[in-house]
């Protein structure tokens, strides 16, 4: 599902070059679990831009279902990303005057699909991560765990090959970060959906399937089975 193959990037002002990556190579097989794992400083929030396509590798090449997006025009990469990639943001990126079902249409609607089947598919998908009778509040009126069940929903909605969750439980208490970890690996186990969880907290990270763990821009370890959802 995702392949990173040599994958280096530096930043350039002027004539001061800063290697952030250097040579990282790993994959990501269809229906896994996994999280990338770094500290603040680590690299890890420039691969997560590189592996969704939103900066171009310094070297290196990036495969989503066998396709090498840092080839791609930035037009193709747009409709890409909208079509094969889904995200879950920390801070939820939710539109406060839309509805729940609206926030989750919302990337129906630059596919082009038509009302109807925007409202069943996003009325599923909300049932699915148990907010079936939330649909009609307005962010403002849920709670942060509700507003991140909202923001994996719409992340489903299109039917991506990959999800990129993006420190999703770092804005929530203990409870509620392990109740939409469990939420995670439910629709993971149920739907066969691709996680990427990119994160700093180990105990997230040990609830995955696999460990890849980033340190001072380099891959310092690639494991198996790192926990359970239990």
Known sequence: MLIV??????????????????????????GEMV????SSGSGKSTLLN?????????????LIGGQPIETMSENRLAEFRRTHIGFIFQSYELIPHLTVRENV??????????PRTR?????????????????????????????????????LVTMPAIVFADEPTGNLDTKTEREIIDL???????????????????EVARRT???????????VEDGGWA???G
């Not at 939330?134 to 923001?151: A, D, I, W, Y």
């Not at 066969?192 to 700093?200: E, K, L």
């Not at 399937?209 to 891959?219: A, K, T």
């Open 184 to 202: 995670l690996h439910d629709l993971n186990a149920n739907l066969g959906i691709t996680f990427v969880i990119v994160t700093h907290e180990h």
């Open 209 to 219: 399937q696999r460990i890849i763990q980033l340190r001072d821009g380099q891959l």
């Open 35 to 38: 999280a990338l794992l770094g």
């Open 5 to 30: 193959k040599q994958l280096s990037h530096s930043f350039t002002n002027g004539a001061e070059v800063t290697p952030v990556l250097q040579h990282i190579d790993f994959r990501v097989e269809k």
């Open 119 to 155: 409202r069943e598919r996003a009325l599923k998908l909300l049932a699915q991560v148990g907010l079936a009778d939330k649909s009609e509040l307005f962010p403002s009126q849920l709670s942060g765990g509700q507003q991140q069940r909202v923001s994996i929903a719409r992340s």
């Open 105 to 114: 249409e919302l990337p129906l609607v630059f596919q082009s699909v038509g």
């Open 50 to 62: 590189l592996m969704a396509g939103l900066m171009k590798p310094t070297s290196g090449s990036i």
């Open 227 to 229: 926990g359970e959802a």
